[in-house]
């Protein structure tokens, strides 16, 4: 079993933080092997940004994902940009307010996880509430551990908020249906 994840949106929308956390959840709190790797352009915040993460029960020998299986869009210039090597059955999330030409002719889950975030009142849990969308529609892993991974990653001070935001997302994803 391997499973190749990309996670785009721009630079300060979190999708580093998400990546970090689907691979944590994968390795640490479950029993997989995970790779993550990242890249953004020069801007620090603003241009576009993708996390990748590849999931296995083997080993991993090559770290970048060669037909991506999950694809999770947080911004459209991200959804434009990085889709080049998606393949006739990759699971596609994406956030329609953030998304809104997402038209490419095939089944997308659609999340609303930046409205999520909006009425915990506090955007920045919109990745956070992402992730839980991703645990939702997609069951590698099991929530439970992508949970702990949220818990064990963001600031100490904020875990309320971002488990709020996880469960809320978690929620939505499971009553997602693809359109």
Not at 3 to 9: L, M, N, T
Not at 50 to 74: F, H, N, W
Not at 107 to 133: C, F, H, S, W
Request: charged fraction near 25%; charge should be negative.
């Amino acid at each position: 079993m391997k499973r190749e994840v990309r996670i785009c949106g721009f630079g300060g929308q979190g999708v580093i933080l998400a990546g970090f956390i689907w691979g944590k959840a994968a390795c640490v709190f479950g029993d997989l092997n995970a790779v993550q790797s990242q890249s953004y352009g020069p801007e620090a915040r603003g241009g576009a940004a993708r996390s990748e993460v590849l999931i296995s029960d083997e080993k991993i020998g090559y770290p970048r994902p060669t037909g991506v299986d999950l694809y999770v869009a947080m911004a459209q210039e991200a959804f434009n940009t990085y889709r080049d090597d998606l393949h006739e059955n990759t699971v596609i999330i994406i956030d329609p307010d953030l998304v809104p030409n997402h038209d490419i002719g095939r089944p997308i889950y659609k999340v609303r996880v930046q409205k999520i975030a909006e009425d915990l009142g506090n955007k920045i849990v919109t990745n956070i509430a992402m992730v839980g969308a991703m645990a939702g529609i997609d069951d590698l892993l099991d929530p439970e551990s992508v949970k702990k991974a949220v818990v064990d990653s963001v600031p100490k001070r904020f875990i309320d908020l971002n488990v709020n935001a996880f469960e809320r997302g978690l929620e939505a994803g499971k009553n997602a249906r693809p359109e």
